[in-house]
C-alpha cells in the first residue's frame, strides 16, 4: 500500500505545536499516519493512555542509558 501525498509541512505542525502550547495544552509528541495527517499528542493524553509522560513508542536507548556502568 502506498503512502498517501503528504497534507502538510514542517511549517504547519509547528504552527499547530505553537497554537496547542497558547491553548494551555502541553503537546509531546507528533504521531504522522499513512493517509497523510498527522496528530498531535499531548501530556495528559499520552499519560491517560499510555501512564508515562514517555513517547508512546518507547525510545530505545532509555535502556542502555538507564543501565550503562558509571
Known amino acids: 500500500m502506498a503512502r498517501s ?4 509541512n514542517r511549517a504547519d505542525i509547528r504552527a499547530m505545536w505553537e497554537l496547542m502550547e497558547k491553548m494551555g495544552q502541553e503537546p509531546v509528541a507528533v504521531k504522522l499516519h499513512p493517509d ?11 499519560e491517560a493512555k499510555y501512564g508515562t509522560t514517555a513517547h508512546p ?9 538507564t543501565h550503562a556502568p558509571v
Open 5 to 8: 501525498k503528504l497534507t502538510h
Open 36 to 46: 497523510g495527517t498527522f496528530r498531535i499528542m499531548t501530556r495528559r493524553h499520552t
Open 57 to 65: 513508542m518507547g525510545n530505545p536507548w532509555d535502556q542502555v542509558f
